[in-house]
């Protein structure tokens, strides 16, 4: 087995950057680019009334992905499920299941945006127990059951080609994901690795063998270069972008993030490991210390980075991926 390797689109588009029309043309060519050279898995993800238009409808850009590829897998996510009627999201999680021929995951979080709740009308001191409900009529409503919950009848038609169990992942960063995910019996994708020892033993806790697991390789959203230092300095106004604003979201809610607490200066972001710029050399050395957990993750459009940049990037990949596809994951770690 060799290590994965993923594309990650938020389609964020900055006043700065280039329109928003040509970042979504831009985004399906790549993930059809991705796929060809052998890329496991498309990652579109979601939030909601950011001025920067992030992606807000990840299913709707999963069809996009699925219509535009043929073998690696589509993860979307995380979907905030406390915003969504969990039986619409059902159907969209078959229908594009279907579309797909079975390569869908869906990272289902909790949230941690009060601006998104106060949007939706939803209730984010309620978000826990909205997620539960969630995922129970999710699974049930997959399973193909005829039920009733909330005082409605539930019935959900078409069915996915996969187990419900085989598409939804536990996302969050909090003990109570980890105890989610094995109480459910699904698969965990925090974005920390410290909570995947409490997984492993609530999930043998609860009788089961852990699930799927997915979590940050260690190397942070690669690009690829032959000038690290041109690189550096052409990317930095997107990333400054995309990180100030993460880390800013993450002090305001107090969620646990790896972006709480980082200044978006240049030495702060160069050195925080959450992204990388390398060459094609020393990406494959970086490769070597990558688990079965981990990826390695390309942010091809990070911050509304001019397409012709993520370009040059996963063109490299594609030169670099047949050595990368020989690399098998170390043992699992912390």
Not at 245 to 254: C, N, V
Not at 283 to 303: C, H, N, Q, W, Y
Not at 310 to 318: C, D, I, R
Request: glycine content about 12%; some cysteine.
């Amino acid at each position: 087995m060799a290590i994965r390797t993923s594309l990650k689109f938020d389609m964020r588009s900055p006043d700065f950057g280039p329109p928003t029309r040509d970042l979504y043309a831009a985004a399906l060519d790549m993930a059809q680019f991705a796929d060809e050279i052998g890329v496991s898995a498309i990652n579109a993800m979601e939030h909601h009334g950011f001025a920067d238009s992030y992606l807000p409808t990840p299913f709707v850009l999963g069809g996009g992905f699925a219509a535009r590829t043929k073998q690696c897998r589509i993860t979307l996510g995380a979907v905030v499920l406390p915003l969504h009627d969990p039986v619409k999201i059902a159907e969209q999680i078959a229908v594009l299941d279907l579309m797909s021929g079975g390569r869908l995951d869906v990272i289902i979080g909790a949230g941690y945006v009060d601006a998104e709740f106060r949007m939706f009308n939803s209730s984010m001191k309620q978000r826990g127990k909205l997620l539960d409900e969630g995922i129970e009529i999710i699974l049930r409503a997959l399973h193909g059951d005829r039920f009733e919950a909330g005082g409605r009848e539930i019935f959900v038609r078409p069915l996915p080609v996969q187990q419900p169990e085989d598409i939804l992942i536990v996302g969050g960063g909090v003990e109570a994901s980890a105890k989610r995910a094995a109480r459910f019996g699904l698969g965990f994708g925090p974005m920390q690795r410290g909570l995947f020892g409490l997984y492993d033993a609530e999930c043998r806790r609860l009788g089961r063998e852990p699930g799927r697991k997915f979590g940050p390789g260690g190397v942070g959203d690669v690009h690829l270069t032959h000038d690290p230092e041109a690189a550096w300095a052409a990317i930095m106004p997107h990333l400054k972008h995309a990180v100030g604003d993460y880390a800013r979201i993450a002090e305001e809610s107090g969620a646990n993030s790896p972006f709480r607490g980082l200044l978006a200066s240049e030495e702060a972001l160069r050195s925080c490991g959450i992204f990388t710029v390398c060459t094609p050399e020393e990406l494959l050395e970086k490769a070597r210390t990558v688990d079965a957990i981990g990826s390695l993750t390309f942010m091809p459009l990070m911050g509304g980075m001019p397409p012709e940049l993520g370009w040059q990037s996963l063109k490299l990949l594609a030169e670099v991926m047949p050595e990368l596809q020989k690399i098998a994951p170390v043992p699992e770690r912390d």
